[in-house]
């Protein structure tokens, strides 16, 4: 009796197109033996029997069904006083092999479907590079800035890097273009103008349905990384702690650091292939941070969790761009570090988890006290109001800002339009709570609030 069926051993009760398959799969993994007259318990049959061109001829088949072709090595053994045909393939240098057009993967004891996005990536991998190496087919140099491209020259010098070469030759040198192209790393780092590939979603929520504020970037991922922060900051709280020294010190709801390491990450290893976009969501007291692009199928939340796995950037030339840049230190440290920010301020574990098609990180800050929570909440409301408003009601709002005596005689005036849709104007921002009237209608005064 054999022992039970592993990553790198199947068995089959007989010579089929599984057969195949499960050596396709062995083949795009890391290898593998396919006994076959044995059943699901590793017990081998009686009546299995194997002619005398049996085995030529199953290799055959197999040759001929597959793409590119793999041979096995084939042989038969006896397994208690029974006779097994054994089929077995190394891992193939240049992957994907396919059978009848389907790509398999092994994953513990079974086969596993590959999508089309997992066959380039197979393909990618085995090649040793990336798709953001590759010609951009849809873009040419001239949507390229060269601005950004020195911009981010200045930012390696800082980082103690010899550059010496302008835009065009330092692209060309870290193989940047290609074909004459500018390579996909090359097009979502410097492109001059915003577009969807790179969209990332940003919002405020109070609840999962109400929001309080929103907007996107869609320029090249090195500004988004400051773009993403500023937002996160903008509406996450801080609290100024009084020490004595000249300077106060500032201690944020979440620690900088870890939410630039989780945005940095996000950019870096996004699916920039998958039509799904980036979200942020922040909320009262928790941020989610949403990314297209799945975890390789063989690494586990637990590795990630344990640092026990290899790190294999999904976009190479961007990782390796940003390291250079020194904002980040090394592959697949990210988590850990994330992790210690967190431990260190005393705030609860961050969340990785798998979903739909992409990854989420879910952060936890301190629980604000009521006060600060309601001044928060009203201030971001105003925000909204303030961008609801129509054009009448800004020009007013902007003109009592500048002149808070102003009447409103004088306003109809400059706004340009009747007594009458002024007053009404005025008494709508008054009731959105952006403008309160000071003392009597002569003498007093108004406040923008």
Do not use: C
């Not at 190479?316 to 431990?343: C, H, L, P, Q, T």
Request: proline share 4%; net charge negative.
């Amino acid at each position: 009796m054999l022992n039970k069926e592993t990553q790198h051993t199947e068995f089959k009760p007989k010579f089929n197109e599984d057969v195949i398959e499960t050596l396709v799969a062995f083949a795009n993994t890391k290898g593998g033996r396919v006994f076959v007259g044995v059943d699901n318990n590793g017990q081998p049959f009686k009546n299995f029997t194997i002619g005398k061109e049996s085995l030529q001829n199953w290799v055959n088949e197999i040759k001929n069904k597959t793409q590119p072709q793999i041979i096995p090595d084939a042989y038969h053994e006896i397994v208690d006083d029974k006779e097994v045909a054994i089929f077995e393939v190394q891992e193939y240098p240049v992957k994907p092999v396919s059978t009848r057009g389907r790509y398999y993967k092994r994953i513990a004891n079974s086969n596993h479907l590959l999508s089309t996005t997992e066959v380039v990536n197979l393909h990618l991998q085995s090649l040793n590079t990336s798709w953001d190496a590759y010609p951009d087919t849809f873009h040419t140099l001239d949507d390229i800035s060269l601005d950004k491209v020195q911009n981010a020259i200045e930012i390696q010098k800082s980082n103690s890097l010899t550059v010496n070469e302008s835009p065009l030759p330092f692209l060309l040198k870290n193989d940047l273009i290609r074909e004459n192209k500018p390579a996909n790393a090359a097009f979502l780092m410097f492109k001059n103008k915003d577009s969807v590939e790179t969209t990332i979603e940003l919002g405020r929520f109070k609840t999962p349905i109400t929001i309080l504020d929103t907007t996107r970037t869609q320029t090249d991922i090195i500004t988004q990384v400051n773009q993403v922060l500023d937002f996160v900051r903008k509406h996450i709280n801080v609290e100024i702690i009084i020490t004595g020294n000249p300077q106060n010190t500032q201690r944020w709801q979440y620690p900088l650091e870890a939410i630039r390491e989780i945005v940095i990450n996000m950019i870096i290893h996004r699916d920039y292939r998958s039509t799904s976009d980036s979200v942020v969501k922040v909320f009262d007291n928790y941020i989610e941070f949403y990314n297209p692009g799945k975890l390789p199928e063989d690494i586990t939340i637990d590795d990630l969790l344990s640092g026990n796995y290899k790190s294999t950037p999904r976009n190479r030339k961007i990782a390796d761009f940003f390291k250079n840049m020194g904002w980040i230190e090394k592959y697949g440290s990210g988590i850990a570090r994330v992790r210690g920010y967190f431990k260190e301020s005393g705030l609860p574990e961050p969340e990785f988890r798998p979903i739909s098609d992409g990854f989420q990180v879910t952060v936890f800050g301190e629980k604000i006290s009521e006060d600060t929570e309601k001044d928060t909440e009203k201030d971001t409301e105003k925000d909204t109001e303030k961008r609801t408003l129509s054009n009448n009601q800004q020009k007013i709002l902007e003109k009592i800002s500048d002149n808070n005596s102003i009447t409103i005689e004088e306003l109809v005036e400059i706004v340009g339009i009747n007594l009458r849709n002024v007053k009404a104007n005025i008494a709508k921002l008054k009731a959105k709570g952006l403008l309160e009237r000071i003392g009597p209608d002569n003498g007093g005064y108004w406040k923008v609030i």
